[in-house]
Each structure stands twice: as C-alpha cells, then as structure tokens.
C-alpha cells in the first residue's frame, strides 16, 4: 500500500521524489491533536519505513504547527484517570514510532508550538523554526501534566529546570532565544522550504547510515555510558563496512567527492 492511498483525514501526504511531506490538517483546530489524530500518526509510521521514503517534513496548514492536546475533546469526554493513562500510552506509540523509525523527520515550525505540539516537534530529528514560532508548555495553567513524553525528550533539549519553569509560569520562548536553549536547530524565514532542503540533503544519505543516525542514538541515549560504547561498536562495524560506504570512501580517496568545508 503506497503512503497516498493510506486514509488519514487528519494529515494531508505528497511525496517528491524520497521525500514525504506530511502536513498536519487542522487549521480551524490550531492543529490540535486529536485521539483520532494520533492514530493516524501511528498508522502513518508503521507504513513508512516500507515505504521506500528516505526523509519527512513534517509541517501544518495554517498558521500553527500545533496548539497540542485538543482540550475541548478532553473536556467533553470528561475521561478517567483510567481512560488518560491509556491515551498518552497512544502519544508514547506515535512519537516513540517517529522518533526510533530510522527515517529522518525534519519539523517545520510556525505560529504555536504548544503543549503537545511541542512534544510532537521533539520527537523529530531536527526542527526548523520561522519568526513567527513560539514554544509553550502551559499545562500548570491549565490543571495539567504533559503526558505525550515532554519530560523525556523536552527535558533533553532544554534541561529539566527551563521545563519546570515553562510548565509553572507559562514562559515563552521564541526567536533566537528559543534557538539559543535547544528547542530549534534553524531559526529562518521559510520553515518549510528550509525543511524540505534538509530532508532531500538527508535523503542522499545511504539509507543505512540515516536508519543507525535516526534511531540508535537515541536508544544509545537511554544505556549505560558503557553499554552505549559497545552498542556504538557494533552499530559502527555494521554500517562503517556497508557498500554505500565504500563507494563513499572511494570517492574520498580519489578526489572525487565532496569536501566538507565551510562556505
């Protein structure tokens, strides 16, 4: 089944060439996740590393990346504590499948990346910010806890005392300053064309190598220092002796690949 004929009411998918772009579809909601939402997001990521894709933009409609949970949902259905552990255990599913696919996601951010839609963001490899991005995690406000992995993968870029502060007093990054304490990599004019310059840069890669950067380091994240040095080894041995790479080095050793130096 190809990644179009896939039904996702909630995401809009076009592929170019071995780059998905994934955008989120609802604009009226300020992209607010959704349970059926997330769903979909599970659905999408157990199809794309079959998919041939070799690189995602993630990016929205609108003029929001995403406002994160959708409270007026969550009201309504007034759950249980039951009923809301079993639904962040769907968010872990979703971004833990994004993050740990092997596949390069690179964010394109916008208007609100807030609450949840900050998670969804930290769950990409790279996030790509424009003037317009502001980053907030405003749960103590609200009676809430962040449940869709913040205090795993926000805590990461920014450090756990910058969380507690956004979660207790609201505060708001954006700017350089957001750049500056992690929470984006690129601070630009045009989030989505600098996304989808990253990506096909990222899909040139040998497959391989994107699979081993894209989800071994993050497992290598949660070992022992010492267990991480022997998983390393092995990732290392195998992807180090693959064929792509020594094309790669061939080219290299005879002068006919790129160099990397600065412009």
């Keep these: 089944m190809s990644l179009e004929s896939l039904v996702l009411p909630n995401l809009q998918i076009s592929i170019d060439s071995t780059v998905a772009t994934v955008r989120l579809n609802r604009p009226d909601k300020r992209n607010a996740l959704d349970g059926d939402t997330i769903e979909q997001f599970i659905t999408l990521f157990n199809a794309l590393p079959r998919s041939g894709v070799r690189a995602v933009v993630l990016c929205a409609a609108g003029n929001h990346f995403s406002a994160g949970l959708d409270l007026v949902e969550h009201h309504k259905l007034d759950r249980s504590a039951a009923d809301f552990m079993l639904v962040c255990m769907r968010w872990h599913e979703a971004f833990n499948k994004m993050e740990y696919s092997g596949i390069p996601v690179i964010a394109a951010l916008k208007g609100a990346v807030v609450g949840g839609g900050l998670e969804l963001a930290?769950?990409?490899?790279?996030?790509?910010?424009?003037?317009?991005?502001y980053f907030a995690l405003p749960e103590g406000q609200r009676g809430l806890f962040t449940g869709g992995g913040a205090t795993i993968r926000v805590a990461d870029l920014i450090g756990k005392s910058r969380m507690i502060d956004m979660m207790l007093t609201g505060r708001i990054y954006k700017g350089q300053e957001a750049m500056d304490v992690g929470l984006c990599q690129y601070l630009v004019e045009d989030s989505e064309a600098k996304a989808q310059e990253l990506a096909h840069i990222a899909a040139k890669n040998p497959p391989l190598?994107?699979?081993?950067?894209?989800?071994?380091?993050?497992?290598?994240?949660?070992?022992?220092?010492?267990?991480?040095?022997?998983?390393?080894?092995?990732?290392?041995?195998?992807?180090?002796?693959?064929?792509?790479?020594?094309?790669?080095?061939?080219?290299?050793?005879?002068?006919?690949?790129?160099?990397?130096?600065?412009?």
């Design 209 to 263: 190598s994107n699979f081993a950067i894209c989800s071994a380091i993050s497992h290598m994240q949660n070992m022992s220092a010492f267990d991480a040095s022997y998983a390393e080894a092995v990732v290392a041995g195998i992807v180090n002796t693959q064929p792509a790479s020594r094309e790669l080095l061939a080219a290299f050793a005879n002068k006919t690949g790129a160099r990397i130096k600065p412009e």
């Design 122 to 133: 930290s769950s990409a490899h790279i996030r790509v910010s424009d003037q317009t991005t």
